[in-house]
């Protein structure tokens, strides 16, 4: 039975896009050196972009989380890390699990 991939989206610490997504939509997951990443499900290449989907963790008394899709320049990304749960390479922050169903 094979595992469920995820992904790990490491942006340019200084990038606009980073920031962005740290003041208008939530933190971080953790950082890989001095760069912030996120973990995602769903992830897919375009021609001068990267289609992610980032989910934030549901309102109190709401069932879903709440969803944006992001096209990120590739100039932005410094690497997009694919693998599952369980073998995921990072110290992540304590409850990942809570951003990634």
């Known amino acids: 039975m094979s ?3 995820i992904f790990a ?3 340019e610490k200084d990038s606009v896009i980073a920031k962005f997504v740290i003041s208008k939509y939530r933190p971080s997951d953790g950082s890989f050196g001095n760069h912030p990443y996120w973990v995602l ?3 897919d290449m375009e021609s001068h972009y990267l289609s992610v989907v980032l989910e934030n963790k549901p309102r109190p008394g709401e ?3 709440h969803t944006i899709v992001l096209h990120i ?3 932005a ?3 997009v890390l694919e693998t599952t749960k369980d ?3 990072l110290d992540l922050a304590e409850n990942w699990g809570n951003w990634v169903s």
């Open 77 to 79: 990304v410094v690497c």
């Open 9 to 11: 989206l490491i942006l």
């Open 87 to 89: 073998a995921l390479p």
């Open 41 to 43: 499900t769903c992830v």
């Open 63 to 65: 069932a879903r989380p």
């Open 73 to 75: 320049p590739h100039s």
């Open 3 to 5: 595992q469920e991939k």
